[in-house]
């Protein structure tokens, strides 16, 4: 049963309103309407949308999924043939575009921008002019953080210049949606996923405002990192679509550069490029093969000047698109077709420090001064001194930690929540049909770091040791075997091998195994550890050796119980074992009594 609650019927009454009397047409935004230093609100963007859908054949509104408001997820597609389903597109091998907005509310530019960017759009459609040519689709999330932008203040943000007023950055649970599309602690990540792997875009843009550093760019971009999106993609990003797009805002009088990844320093020291791991949306969608861009205006700009520049950089990235759309396709399915043949996978990257691109920076000179709230020295950028320098940018990446590909990965059926979070993301499995023994590469946790303090919901662990073994193993019919040889090849992998940043196993999906569960008292396991030693020498043999080499051992009567109780056939099998097991043998994974398994993935639902 649905309880709708007065907030619910109060917002839908409020959406019906604004729809009915003040965007019949379909003309001005609000953002244009209350004089360009005003975001929408999320009614007035859901209005505005609806009509344009009502106006427009090539504009479609449908919702798709829930959110953890309560309030679904809507998402605005844009087709010149107004065919409005993601199969035609690709069947017409049409380059997607997939755009994403509000992931922060109180980074509004994109949601403003984009509700311009439609409306333009689907009036050149209208007029047979060729703003959005025939060989692009594009598809919107209005407002992805829905919960963050009902909390709506004038006081969130308050070092931000502009809008007057504008959502909150935390979701109706306060997590940061820009850090789970891994672990998938909201509604929203796990509705973003059915619609990402719906539409499969070649190209994904995440709208946002950066507040670190100060200086005089209008808008930096921040791409997914060239040697992790990798192959023939990854090339192609850094040399051509990049510089491409940082030629054309030059033109367009916004000159770019790249995401000012510096923080409480002087930036003419140069700064290393924003690593986009899994966690974040543009990581995300590289591991599907997708160029992917965050878009960042500096929040003390003027809001319709972060705006405008929004604008005009998505249509940038659309025209490029359109110019070189055979081989943007192209690059996407070769990459596609090596990954499949790829046997070694970085999980971990670091920067290269020996090697960087020089850029041109326009910033603002970094000084000191006497704090008028402390009395003591504190830095600031002084406006009054503006320079253009070129700085060093550490934009090269080497793997730290690489794994070789199995065939496939076996997880039992008791692992459940892991299933769930693979079948969303349209991973192929199979059932075991029946009980079966087979051998297998598992590995043991034997050291990890796990974060003292919460980090969105979870205590993260890194700097993740194994040990790898081949042992005979059990498998149960119903557990689940995930063979590689899928287009989710890279993410399998990637949220399946525990020492990976973005892991499952990163995001205590597996904490229960690093918990001792059985134990002894040491009274009552000091006769059975006795007699045991009687019956294996060779075990007392270690332990006096052990003994001998370590005075701190030999004084402690509990060490060296627990030395024994280690070395009997008395410890738990399961602790620090990593329940996911690789198959590695073609011999074994066809030993595997399998069948298919269906992923129960809701449908969307179209937005009546």
Same mark, same amino acid.
């Given at each position: 049963?649905?309880?709708?609650?007065?907030?619910?019927?109060?917002?839908?009454?409020?959406?019906?309103?604004?729809?009915?009397?003040?965007?019949?047409?379909?003309?001005?935004?609000?953002?244009?309407?209350?004089?360009?230093?005003?975001?929408?609100?999320?009614?007035?963007?859901?209005?505005?949308?609806?009509?344009?859908?009502?106006?427009?054949?090539?504009?479609?509104?449908?919702?798709?999924?829930?959110?953890?408001?309560?309030?679904?997820?809507?998402?605005?597609?844009?087709?010149?043939?107004?065919?409005?389903?993601?199969?035609?597109?690709?069947?017409?091998?049409?380059?997607?575009?997939?755009?994403?907005?509000?992931?922060?509310?109180?980074?509004?530019?994109?949601?403003?921008?984009?509700?311009?960017?439609?409306?333009?759009?689907?009036?050149?459609?209208?007029?047979?002019?060729?703003?959005?040519?025939?060989?692009?689709?594009?598809?919107?999330?209005?407002?992805?953080?829905?919960?963050?932008?009902?909390?709506?203040?004038?006081?969130?943000?308050?070092?931000?210049?502009?809008?007057?007023?504008?959502?909150?950055?935390?979701?109706?649970?306060?997590?940061?949606?820009?850090?789970?599309?891994?672990?998938?602690?909201?509604?929203?990540?796990?509705?973003?996923?059915?619609?990402?792997?719906?539409?499969?875009?070649?190209?994904?843009?995440?709208?946002?405002?950066?507040?670190?550093?100060?200086?005089?760019?209008?808008?930096?971009?921040?791409?997914?990192?060239?040697?992790?999106?990798?192959?023939?993609?990854?090339?192609?990003?850094?040399?051509?679509?990049?510089?491409?797009?940082?030629?054309?805002?030059?033109?367009?009088?916004?000159?770019?550069?790249?995401?000012?990844?510096?923080?409480?320093?002087?930036?003419?020291?140069?700064?290393?490029?924003?690593?986009?791991?899994?966690?974040?949306?543009?990581?995300?969608?590289?591991?599907?093969?997708?160029?992917?861009?965050?878009?960042?205006?500096?929040?003390?700009?003027?809001?319709?000047?972060?705006?405008?520049?929004?604008?005009?950089?998505?249509?940038?990235?659309?025209?490029?698109?359109?110019?070189?759309?055979?081989?943007?396709?192209?690059?996407?399915?070769?990459?596609?077709?090596?990954?499949?043949?790829?046997?070694?996978?970085?999980?971990?990257?670091?920067?290269?420090?020996?090697?960087? @691109?020089? $850029?041109?920076? =326009? %910033? #603002?000179?970094?000084?000191?001064?006497?704090?008028? +709230?402390?009395? /003591?020295?504190?830095?600031?950028?002084?406006?009054?001194?503006?320079?253009?320098?070129?700085?060093?940018?550490?934009?090269?990446?080497?793997?730290?930690? @690489?794994? $070789?590909?199995? =065939? %496939? #990965?076996?997880?039992?059926?008791?692992?459940?929540? +892991?299933?769930? /979070?693979?079948?969303?993301?349209?991973?192929?499995?199979?059932?075991?049909?029946?009980?079966?023994?087979?051998?297998?590469?598992?590995?043991?946790?034997?050291?990890?770091?796990?974060?003292?303090?919460?980090?969105?919901?979870?205590?993260?662990?890194?700097?993740?040791?194994?040990?790898?073994?081949?042992?005979?193993?059990?498998?149960?019919?119903?557990?689940?075997?995930?063979?590689?040889?899928?287009?989710?090849?890279?993410?399998?992998?990637?949220?399946?091998?525990?020492?990976?940043?973005?892991?499952?196993?990163?995001?205590?999906?597996?904490?229960?195994?690093?918990?001792?569960?059985?134990?002894?008292?040491?009274?009552?396991?000091?006769?059975?550890?006795?007699?045991?030693?009687?019956?294996?020498?060779?075990?007392?043999?270690?332990?006096?050796?052990?003994?001998?080499?370590?005075?701190?051992?030999?004084?402690?009567?509990?060490?060296?119980?627990?030395?024994?109780?280690?070395?009997?056939?008395?410890?738990?099998?399961?602790?620090?074992?990593?329940?996911?097991?690789?198959?590695?043998?073609?011999?074994?994974?066809?030993?595997?009594?399998?069948?298919?398994?269906?992923?129960?993935?809701?449908?969307?639902?179209?937005?009546?």
């Amino acid at each position: 049963m649905v309880i709708k609650t007065k907030f619910c019927i109060a917002l839908a009454f409020s959406i019906s309103m604004v729809f009915a009397f003040n965007y019949s047409h379909a003309q001005e935004t609000p953002y244009e309407k209350n004089g360009k230093n005003y975001t929408a609100t999320y009614a007035e963007c859901i209005a505005y949308y609806k009509a344009l859908d009502k106006k427009y054949d090539c504009v479609k509104m449908s919702t798709w999924g829930e959110t953890d408001s309560g309030i679904p997820l809507h998402l605005v597609t844009l087709s010149r043939d107004a065919k409005h389903q993601a199969d035609a597109w690709h069947a017409k091998n049409k380059i997607v575009i997939f755009i994403n907005n509000g992931i922060h509310p109180g980074e509004p530019d994109g949601i403003d921008a984009s509700m311009m960017l439609v409306r333009d759009l689907a009036k050149s459609i209208e007029n047979n002019e060729t703003d959005l040519s025939d060989n692009i689709a594009l598809a919107i999330i209005p407002m992805y953080n829905i919960g963050g932008a009902l909390l709506r203040s004038e006081f969130n943000r308050p070092d931000q210049n502009g809008p007057v007023s504008f959502g909150a950055r935390g979701n109706a649970q306060n997590l940061d949606l820009n850090r789970d599309f891994i672990k998938s602690d909201s509604k929203e990540a796990k509705s973003f996923a059915q619609i990402f792997h719906w539409l499969r875009p070649e190209i994904f843009i995440d709208n946002h405002v950066s507040d670190g550093a100060d200086y005089q760019h209008i808008i930096t971009l921040a791409t997914t990192q060239s040697q992790k999106l990798g192959n023939e993609m990854g090339a192609y990003l850094n040399e051509k679509f990049e510089p491409a797009l940082f030629r054309d805002m030059q033109q367009k009088n916004y000159p770019m550069i790249p995401y000012v990844n510096a923080w409480d320093k002087d930036a003419r020291t140069g700064w290393t490029q924003f690593f986009d791991s899994p966690r974040y949306s543009s990581g995300y969608a590289a591991m599907f093969h997708t160029f992917a861009f965050t878009i960042e205006t500096h929040m003390l700009k003027p809001y319709p000047q972060r705006v405008d520049a929004t604008y005009q950089l998505m249509k940038s990235i659309m025209q490029y698109a359109s110019t070189h759309h055979d081989e943007i396709s192209d690059m996407r399915k070769k990459s596609q077709v090596a990954c499949l043949k790829q046997s070694m996978f970085p999980l971990n990257w670091q920067a290269d420090e020996r090697r960087y @691109s020089e $850029i041109n920076f =326009n %910033g #603002y000179v970094y000084k000191e001064r006497k704090s008028e +709230v402390s009395g /003591l020295p504190v830095h600031y950028y002084d406006h009054s001194e503006p320079y253009t320098e070129q700085i060093k940018f550490y934009n090269y990446f080497i793997p730290s930690t @690489s794994v $070789i590909a199995p =065939n %496939g #990965y076996i997880i039992p059926k008791s692992w459940w929540k +892991v299933i769930e /979070l693979l079948a969303i993301n349209q991973v192929e499995m199979k059932v075991l049909e029946d009980t079966a023994t087979i051998e297998a590469e598992v590995y043991k946790i034997v050291d990890y770091k796990s974060a003292p303090k919460a980090y969105e919901g979870h205590h993260l662990n890194s700097s993740v040791q194994v040990e790898k073994s081949i042992q005979t193993i059990p498998v149960e019919a119903g557990d689940i075997y995930i063979p590689l040889d899928q287009a989710a090849r890279r993410f399998i992998i990637e949220v399946l091998e525990p020492q990976g940043n973005d892991s499952y196993f990163a995001w205590n999906y597996f904490d229960p195994i690093l918990v001792q569960k059985e134990g002894y008292s040491d009274y009552s396991f000091e006769e059975i550890a006795s007699n045991y030693l009687k019956e294996n020498p060779n075990v007392k043999v270690d332990l006096v050796q052990k003994r001998n080499a370590d005075t701190s051992f030999a004084n402690s009567a509990s060490k060296q119980l627990e030395f024994v109780y280690q070395h009997s056939p008395y410890p738990e099998t399961r602790f620090n074992v990593y329940p996911i097991y690789r198959i590695v043998d073609k011999t074994q994974e066809g030993q595997l009594p399998l069948s298919n398994f269906e992923n129960q993935v809701s449908k969307n639902k179209e937005d009546e």
